[in-house]
């Protein structure tokens, strides 16, 4: 999502004149194996959580700041304070307020704990202001998502659900607070 697409097709011939090369050099036949990386599958997945209260803040200018705290945060997806990410993110609800400048943070209590973030400031973004049970879809999390997140402050690891033609199954549960427990006391 904070990357443009573009036609990858003429690496082909590229990679292929590439592989003859090494395989000239070494006097043996060349496998290339490639891994796609979030480029190919970050828009396969989307992180989803529920809207559960709001806060606000004032900047040094005074200025208000709209925090919509959900039950997602860096513990789940990472990248947007790791590295100030850009993942797109939609409101879903029925009866959604008109559109405001909002923050969308997580629940851990850490200044980190924001998914719309840059340079390790939040940042908000102009979407519908939602209710307390609203949905908070997150874009671009197809790639690294499960892989780097963590139990940080308690908080379970999410389920994973795949979408295939209409049909949804269950392919991770969500953790239990026992299943937390076995892997903190063995």
């Known amino acids: 999502?904070?990357?443009?697409r573009e036609?990858?097709?003429?690496?082909?011939?590229?990679?292929?004149?590439?592989?003859?090369?090494?395989?000239?050099?070494?006097?043996?036949?060349?496998?290339?194996?490639?891994e796609p990386g979030r480029r190919f599958v970050a828009g396969c997945g989307y992180l989803i959580g529920e809207v559960r209260a709001f806060n606000h803040t004032f900047d040094e200018d005074g200025k208000r700041l709209n925090y919509v705290l959900g039950n997602i945060g860096f513990c789940h997806l990472l990248r947007p304070m790791a590295y100030g990410s850009f993942h797109p993110i939609w409101i879903v609800g029925d009866n959604l307020g008109p559109k405001q400048d909002i923050i969308v943070a997580g629940p851990v209590c850490e200044s980190g704990d924001v998914l719309t973030q840059k340079d390790e400031e939040p940042v908000p973004r102009r979407l519908p202001m939602p209710k307390v049970g609203d949905l908070i879809v997150v874009g671009g999390a197809g790639a690294y998502g499960?892989?780097?997140?963590?139990?940080?402050?308690?908080?379970?690891?999410?389920?994973e659900v795949v979408v295939?033609?209409?049909?949804?199954?269950l392919t991770r549960r969500r953790q239990t607070l026992d299943d937390m427990l076995r892997e903190e006391i063995g």
Do not use: T
């Open 7 to 34: 036609d990858i097709s003429g690496y082909k011939s590229i990679l292929a004149e590439r592989v003859k090369i090494l395989e000239k050099h070494f006097g043996r036949k060349i496998v290339c194996e490639i």
């Open 146 to 159: 499960f892989a780097m997140s963590s139990n940080y402050n308690s908080q379970p690891l999410l389920p």
């Open 1 to 4: 999502p904070d990357l443009p």
């Open 164 to 169: 295939e033609e209409n049909k949804c199954q």
